[in-house]
């Protein structure tokens, strides 16, 4: 047995799990996002946050890393165009198919999980803290991506997931009752 093997692959990613995530340009996908509205707390800015993870199928750095970024929607109206500008970009970015319509925030944020989208990454300074952000996105150079980056389940925000019904229910009798025979318990 060696007492070292050198695996280049496996000791690149081991060290971009932690450190700095450099300036430039990488490839991602929309794992998840979540609409805040901000309706309790009307001193805040409602927002879009959006977690994106750096794939890993096309060979860059800090692959499988996570980066943040959030969409804030002004208040004022007329601002708010300003602000829907910027998803607009974001949705140039995507290749969202022209005059698509979303009747819901839920809706867009399920339309977009998943999908893949290019971002320049610079570094921001912010109460004294270095953290990497999102300058702007691009279409990405690489639509097709491996199930080894796909997002594992639909990642639908919570309050779009369906819920059971008793009426979906195949083991349930017409009464809602279960029939379970003695014989069909472990115990």
Known sequence: MAFIKFNRKEAEAKANQFGAIEEGDYELYVEEGEWRPMLDKPDKTPNFNLKLKIRSDVGQAAA?????????????????????????????????????????????????TGKPVKAHVIQREYNGKTNPAIQYFMETEHPEMTEQDKPSSGMKPASTQQQSKVDDDPFANNDGTLDISDDDLPF
């Open 64 to 112: 499988g890393r996570t980066l943040f970024h959030s969409f804030f929607i002004s208040r004022d109206p007329e601002k708010a165009e300003t602000s829907m500008d910027f998803i607009d970009r974001f949705n140039v970015a995507l290749g969202l198919p022209d005059g698509v319509e979303f009747e819901t925030e839920e809706q867009w944020i399920s339309y977009i």
